[in-house]
């Protein structure tokens, strides 16, 4: 394995979770008696230039072919591109807005509204599908850097590129880059939204590394990506979303814009927490450790005390927690999600039975575990009626912790 940023092989592990199945391939109950493929999940810091990565170990085809995620599921995730369509437009006045892994259209309806052109690139066929029917055009397509040139072609420069939630699932980080270089106009913007790195080591976050996500960002590697592409980060947001994210504000260079004292600040922060050098990213496999140690002791405990536990929710982080942490059916007997898609399936590798949301409300287990932790004030307001039999919610990240319904 060679860096993938910058050809290092100096390569040092940062976590070694194991061996599991890829976290959104769902099963069926006809899989429940054939074996699973598993990979390892060992994600590694380049010494060189400090990118944390995985090896590309599954083609991204076989992960976004048919995906199981649809962003419309979460009204607070809608609600926060809404937010960030409303920055973009008082920022750029685009006329064309195109969106990199535009999932069911959550984002660019909110551009539809007011009226602007638009296009999402969404590589997997269900989901975009699912836009279309909303009115999004989308083209079903993993973006590269012949696409780039074919949509620009076709439909001009864009004013404004997004890409939310996407950098960290790219193996080829170089030619993405030089992808949303050729999508973006010569005075546009490109926008990014990622998990930063940062607050995944502080907070624990372990369980948002699996397969589909090649790579995690500080905003250190992410301009030096950038500016391989021929793009400049001028500006950085620091975001609640997923546990913690940054927005990357991006132009191309030539436009003469200046990082603002947010870039430098951020970057500064990161030096002050060691990320700018290897020595800063130990330690972070023990405090992974303490973690499943803690829930699967909690597990256990109730289990010998005759609670029943049950979980909310079957996103891809739940499943790098289960099958790290060993936590099957005997101690986790289902869990629900709003997502059709994935009703009557089970989680892979642990394959706990995934139900309809009410089913929750009609078993009233003793406890619920909380697996989209990054959620969990959306949750625990869906959640309410748990109180009325006594139930407690609790998640294991970043510390294991009862939640008030």
């Known amino acids: 394995m060679v860096c993938r940023l910058c050809g290092s092989d100096r390569l040092a592990t940062f976590v070694d979770l194991g061996a599991t199945p890829p976290c959104e391939l769902f099963l069926t109950a006809d899989d429940l008696d054939r074996p699973e493929p598993t990979y390892p999940l060992h994600a590694r810091v380049c010494e060189a230039c400090l990118l944390v990565q995985l090896p590309a170990l599954i083609d991204p085809a076989e992960i976004f072919g048919e995906y199981a995620y649809f962003s419309s599921y979460s009204t607070s995730w809608v609600e926060h591109a809404r937010r960030l369509v409303d920055v973009a437009v008082e920022r750029a006045d685009p006329q064309l807005v195109v969106e990199v892994a535009s999932n069911d259209g959550y984002l660019l309806q909110h551009v539809l509204e007011r009226g602007i052109r638009c296009l999402g690139i969404e590589p997997s066929a269900n989901v975009g599908e699912a836009a279309r029917e909303r009115g999004v055009p989308t083209v079903t397509a993993f973006l590269d850097p012949a696409l780039a040139a074919e949509v620009r072609a076709e439909h001009g420069p864009a004013d404004v590129v997004v890409a939310n939630n996407v950098y960290a699932h790219i193996p080829d ?10 999508l973006a106009a010569d005075d546009g913007w490109v926008v990014i939204e990622v998990q930063h790195l940062l607050t995944m080591i502080e907070l624990g976050q372990f369980d948002t590394i699996y397969h589909e996500h090649f790579q995690y960002w500080t905003v250190g590697t992410a301009r030096a990506a950038l500016a391989e592409a021929g793009l400049r980060l001028v500006d950085v947001d620091l975001l609640p979303t997923h546990g913690g994210s940054i927005r990357l504000w991006a132009r191309p260079d030539g436009t003469g814009a200046d990082p603002t004292q947010a870039v430098a600040d951020v970057l500064a922060g990161e030096a002050a927490a060691g990320l700018d050098t290897p020595a800063g990213y130990t330690g972070f496999a023990g405090r992974v450790s303490r973690i499943r140690n803690d829930l699967v002791r909690f597990l256990v405990e109730a289990n010998e005390a005759g609670q029943r ?13 289960l099958n790290y942490c060993g936590i099957r059916p005997d101690l986790l007997a289902y869990t629900v999600d709003m997502n059709p898609y994935k009703h009557g399936r089970f989680t892979p590798g642990t394959r706990i039975p995934i139900h309809e949301p009410e089913h929750l409300l009609a078993d009233r287990p003793d406890v619920v575990l909380v697996l989209p932790w990054n959620l969990r004030d959306e949750i625990a307001a869906q959640l309410a009626p748990v109180r009325e039999w006594g139930g407690r919610l609790v998640v294991a990240i970043p510390e294991l912790e009862v939640i008030t319904p």
């Not at 980080?173 to 050729?182: I, P, S, Y």
């Not at 049950?310 to 499943?319: R, V």
């Open 173 to 182: 980080v170089r030619g993405f880059g030089e992808a949303l270089r050729t």
């Open 309 to 321: 536990v049950a979980g909310y929710g079957a996103p891809g982080k739940g499943n790098t927690l």
